[in-house]
């Protein structure tokens, strides 16, 4: 048992609701689950009747939600006693982002934080996500900002929330016939050589790839890389196209022999998460994340 799985519990017994609850502690539904069902596992009894609408707390949750509430609460004044002694002593925070996102507002919520807890050091690496991913479990970092379709996800022990969700830009050298469209779908893109931006730095973002088969065909990618500068000059150098998140390029649109138009269509985005461990016992993590939706 530990106070992660208490949290959660007492949330949703008190907003009678497991989506409202992930919410609130801005984490999947599907963490917030888990973490209930691996404390009935370590009680060895069912909190909650999910048959009912709202949820309601069985006998035996009902029994658990007093004591639960008094350790809790016991848990935060303790915290907060520390707090007040650490908040002059310091601390850090190692933030891993994955290549690109440093052209986001990564830095302005960094620099929130920063001006809140002037004296906990700050700590940022980039990498791509496979690099990401190792460093988030070996300890070697405390978050992570990664892609939305990273294999980390699916990992028990992760926990993670959208921080971003950012629509694409198809980027074309200024000589391209494309160049005058408003917009562009991926259906338009069919005769195009791609140099395509990888988040893993390998060739494996299958779940990308599948856009294009959904539009008709496979693109001519002729040269995979995850990174920008590469792709930019390439691209200026009029080898190919790309595609990019506008978080990147909304910084490009004065760039030279660069032209950037919108790509559409249902899913035409790319949506960043902020990831760590559940069982990562940092304070200044804890505190971090919340700052992450203001």
Request: one cysteine or more.
């Amino acid at each position: 048992m530990n106070t992660t799985q208490l949290e959660y519990f007492v949330s949703v017994a008190e907003l009678h609701s497991f989506t409202k609850a992930a919410q609130k502690h801005y984490v999947s539904q599907t963490a917030v689950t888990q973490q209930i069902q691996n404390l009935e596992e370590i009680l060895n009894t069912t909190l909650f009747d999910r048959t009912k609408r709202p949820i309601q707390l069985t006998d035996e949750g009902t029994m658990l939600l007093t004591d639960a509430k008094a350790i809790l609460e016991r848990m935060y004044g303790a915290v907060a006693k520390l707090s007040n002694v650490s908040s002059s002593v310091g601390g850090s925070l190692r933030i891993g982002y994955t290549k690109g996102y440093e052209r986001s507002s990564l830095s302005a919520i960094l620099r929130r934080y920063h001006r809140d807890y002037p004296n906990v050091f700050l700590s940022c690496c980039r990498h791509n996500s496979k690099e990401l991913t190792e460093a988030l479990l070996s300890g070697a970092l405390d978050m992570i900002f990664t892609w939305d379709h990273d294999p980390i996800m699916a990992m028990p022990q992760i926990e993670y929330v959208e921080v971003e969700h950012s629509s694409l830009d198809v980027v074309l050298y200024n000589a391209h016939p494309l160049v005058y469209r408003s917009f562009l779908r991926r259906e338009d893109l069919r005769e195009e050589k791609f140099i395509y931006l990888t988040p893993s730095g390998t060739i494996c973002d299958d779940s990308y790839i599948r856009l294009y088969q959904e539009a008709g065909y496979e693109p001519n990618i002729i040269y995979y890389t995850d990174d920008i500068d590469s792709i930019l000059m390439m691209v200026a150098a009029e080898e190919g196209i790309s595609v990019m998140p506008t978080y990147i390029t909304r910084k490009l649109y004065h760039t030279e022999g660069i032209v950037c138009v919108p790509l559409r269509g249902e899913q035409e985005y790319a949506a960043i998460l902020a990831v760590w461990k559940a069982d990562r016992a940092n304070q200044r993590l804890q505190e971090f994340k919340e700052y992450l939706h203001r």
